[in-house]
């Protein structure tokens, strides 16, 4: 099972920029399609950004043209550059693996143990 590790939050003003790395163990993470998802306090996690093994990305409608996803196959590591940050955009971040062509983001059913997550807090 991938195991998760998710880094790079922090406190940014509206305009900013953050990137968020994600550190996945476990042989099958270079088979598999990885996501960004994020969770608002009192909200449901959703998932924000996604890119499949070969490097096809999809994201979600709200963080299109300000949110960039790659991947390092060879370093195991999954990335997230956010930039023109907005106080929405605040919440929990994690990654996992997920569902990703051109047409489709949405979560995976083979889900990895969530990690703990990195938190980002867009604010003045």
């Known amino acids: 099972q991938v195991q998760l590790v998710e880094s790079g939050g922090g406190l940014v003003q509206p305009g900013g920029s953050l990137r968020l790395s994600c550190a996945a163990s476990?042989?099958?993470?270079?088979?598999?399609?990885m996501g960004w998802y994020r969770q608002a306090p009192g909200q449901e996690r959703e998932v924000v950004a996604g890119i499949s093994s070969g490097g096809t990305t999809n994201y979600a409608d709200f963080v299109k043209g300000r949110f960039t996803i790659s991947r390092d196959n060879a370093k195991n590591m999954v990335y997230l550059q956010m930039s023109s940050l907005k106080p929405e955009d605040t919440a929990v971040y994690f990654c996992n693996t997920a569902v990703v062509t051109r047409t489709t983001l949405q979560p995976s059913r083979n889900l990895g143990l969530w990690g703990q997550g990195t938190l980002v807090t867009v604010s003045s």
């Open positions: 476990g042989s099958i993470f270079r088979l598999n399609a």
